[in-house]
């Protein structure tokens, strides 16, 4: 019965911690990450509108949080977003196309490199359909972006 008990907490402990993991987005044109939750931390990154992060914490006013490559920094909470999903591309480089498929052609902007951003639009299939900073619009397969 004990046991049966412990692993019932252990679930809802995993349960709890899972589920407040939230997905963030930035908002601002270029937002500083840092080492710390205050301006007298060291800038640790400079990413720009749409770098999808996942909130690990929150400390005052500051959000604790993990990017892309797993590393963690803190983040102002007024610099970013739950509403919106976002992106970042997770390899070297990434083909932008007009439409869902390699049948389509790349667009002017592409390819994206690492660490581009983008707003999630709309999926199809394994193909998600992007936009950039400036309003450029396109699609990239799934597997090449991080998507939070």
Not at 106 to 114: G, L
């Amino acid at each position: 019965m004990r046991g049966l008990l412990i692993a019932g907490v252990s679930v809802l402990v995993l349960l709890l911690f899972t589920g407040s993991l939230q997905a963030l987005c930035v908002t601002a044109p270029v937002a500083n990450l840092r080492s710390g939750p205050g301006t007298r931390y060291a800038k640790t990154w400079q990413v720009f509108k749409y770098m999808p992060l996942e909130k690990l914490g929150r400390k005052g006013n500051w959000y604790k949080v993990r990017d892309v490559d797993g590393d963690v920094h803190w983040i102002f909470r007024k610099l970013v977003t739950e509403k919106t999903k976002c992106a970042a591309v997770r390899v070297k480089k990434a083909n932008i196309r007009t439409g869902p498929g390699t049948r389509y052609r790349k667009t002017e902007v592409s390819p994206a490199i690492k660490y581009d951003s983008f707003k999630v639009l709309k999926r199809k299939g394994s193909w998600v359909k992007v936009e950039d900073e400036f309003g450029e619009r396109g699609w990239i397969a799934g597997k090449l972006l991080w998507i939070r």
